[in-house]
């Protein structure tokens, strides 16, 4: 998006210049719009499952803006002429199962002939436009917390070989069906300060969005990221995914390894997430509060991975 014009709208709260997960658009003093797209292609064989991690990813983008949301539209790319319309059917199935548990509504879509399938949503939500959240107001001295493990992108590549076992999988895949609504639900009862959702990026493309957005340096603990089971000894066998070269050339500037960790246990920090946790700053003292909270909610995690400090230079990210 770099050297695009800037809209000059001053409704337009939250545009694309931080890389934010959604954009708001002011529609009046105490109502705005959320709105977001996103899909992805199939991470497991079963449709239903495809269309449930498909939506979950999706509307995470509005969880993580602090708002609700209310509207979805199918974007769906299909091979017609290969996969029967039953396929079709139990992914837009999935899709609306997690569609009615955010409590939004499907009012539609678009579909097109394509090679191989794809499937996501648009999706709209609400905000108070006085009391939204951006990856951008992380301070010094805040706690950073996240609320699903990592992992699931060698998981998942991994299982194209069949060397992922049944319970790693099915723990991964039930982590990744899990809305971010408890989590986001909790989180308003705390003041926090920056959130963003972990995706394609991983943790350190979508940390390091946030830390230049807030012009800070984000010191994540190595030893205290959630992780998925056997992704850690998947990395360790060499196992790794098509993204993870690319996510560590995207951060390599900006990223400095204090810990002697080695190259395969570093990887996890790059793995790109589908359907992913939220990453949340939020002031010190209310760290371990939070914490309690989201595991009072039961969600997937709820660990403290590190702390935000000043900016240390050209370096917003380190892993120690």
Known sequence: MAGLPQANDSNLLVGYHTSDDAGIYRLSDDLAIVVTADFITPPVNDPYLFGQIAAANAISDVYAMGGDPKVCLNLVCFPYKKLPPEELHQIVAGALSKITEA???LAGGHSVEDDEPKFGLSV???????HYWTNSGAQPGDGLIL????GSGVLFNANLKNRVSHP???ACVSALTVLNKSAAEVMRSFDIHAVTDISGFGLAGHGLEMAKASQVTLAIKMADLPVMDEAL???HQ???????????RLTAESTRFEAQYPQWHQQIVYDPQTSGGL????PAGQQVDLVQALEQARTPAAAVIGQVGPLEGRTHLVFR
């Open 233 to 235: 000894e998947l990395y």
């Open 124 to 130: 709209v939500g609400v905000v108070r436009p006085d």
């Open 168 to 170: 790693a999988l099915d």
């Open 147 to 150: 609320t699903k493990p990592l």
């Open 238 to 248: 060499g196992v790794t995914t098509g993204v993870n070269a690319f996510n560590q």
């Open 103 to 105: 409590g939004a509504v």
């Open 279 to 282: 990453l949340v700053a939020v």
